[in-house]
């Protein structure tokens, strides 16, 4: 349903920006990678979706933050693969410090890649997707963009940012066959929080049910992770023609947790 549509998916070498790619490109559309990684495994990750799909895929090892690298993600999106139709503006990071003590250097670092990096890769798609009447454009917000937890300072003001940027773009572009919206999941099951179970049972003297509930999951009523797939999912359904008119949306993926 997504055939000769091309993509471009931030933070598509890992966790949820994967699974998107994967949903994308098992679609039909085109889908450009960008993400850090062994040169050599990203670009047998991108030759295996080609494969499987039987469609074109690339990776690019673009730095987010940096506007000029993004540019040319885009340019080579454009040149190898097609005009980004589909842009999903995914790559993150966290760093969590009492605000106290909060390096400026990882304030700066984190709103460069959690929120203007949206700025920098949506200014550069909206033209051509405005010219051609379609275009899709997802930001992987998160339920800090709607709540915060302690020390988390950045991280929250970026996904409340992204969230307004989010809107922002929608307005201009809602006359024009695009869409723009987040995703703002809950917990989900990522390497990332994996790797944080064993140390975390160790450090509090819990089992590996416990962290789960007790820690990772605590605000999270459903006591289940959101998965990747579950994600992919729902940015697949955003791509659809039944979500034409969902456009400034943010769509929680919580198990419940800003419900409280
Ligand atoms: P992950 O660590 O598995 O993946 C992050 C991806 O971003 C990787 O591909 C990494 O290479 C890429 N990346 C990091 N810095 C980059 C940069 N400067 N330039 C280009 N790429 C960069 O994490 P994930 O859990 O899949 O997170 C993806 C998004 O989902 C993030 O925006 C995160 O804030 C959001 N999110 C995650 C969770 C969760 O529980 N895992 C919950 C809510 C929101």
């Given at each position: 349903e997504l055939t000769d549509r091309t993509a471009l998916?931030?933070?598509?070498?890992?966790?949820i920006g994967l699974a998107i790619a994967k949903?994308?490109?098992a679609a039909g559309a085109n889908v450009m990678i960008d993400g850090f990684g062994e040169a050599s495994e990203c670009e047998a990750l991108a030759r295996s979706l080609a494969d499987e799909h039987g469609i074109k895929a690339a990776w690019t090892g673009a730095d987010v933050s940096k506007p000029d690298q993004l540019a040319n993600a885009v340019d080579r999106a454009e040149t190898e693969l097609?005009?980004?139709d589909i842009l999903?503006?995914?790559?993150?990071?966290?760093?969590?410090?009492?605000v106290e003590d909060f390096p400026v250097e990882q304030w700066d670092r984190i709103i460069a890649i959690n929120l203007s990096s949206a700025?920098?890769?949506?200014?550069?798609?909206v033209a051509g997707m405005k010219e051609r009447g379609w275009g899709r454009v997802i930001n992987t917000?998160?339920?800090?963009?709607?709540v915060a937890s302690p020390y988390k300072s950045a991280y929250v003001a970026a996904k409340h940012g992204l969230v307004g940027f989010t809107k922002t773009v929608a307005l201009e572009t809602a006359a024009h066959g695009?869409?723009?919206?987040c995703i703002s999941p809950g917990y989900v099951w990522t390497p990332l929080v994996e790797k944080q179970i064993p140390d975390t049972m160790k450090a509090r003297g819990l089992s590996r049910e416990q962290v789960i509930e007790d820690v990772l999951l605590k605000a999270q009523p459903t006591?289940?992770?959101v998965t990747v797939e579950q994600v992919a999912a729902m940015a697949l359904f955003l791509c659809s023609d039944a979500a034409s008119q969902v456009t400034g949306a943010n769509i929680s993926m919580d198990g419940g947790w800003t419900a409280q």
């Open positions: 998916v931030t933070g598509g070498t890992s966790g949903a994308l490109a097609g005009p980004v999903v503006n995914n790559a993150g990071v966290q760093h969590v410090a009492p700025f920098y890769a949506t200014r550069l798609v917000a998160s339920a800090h963009s709607l695009v869409t723009v919206n006591k289940a992770f």
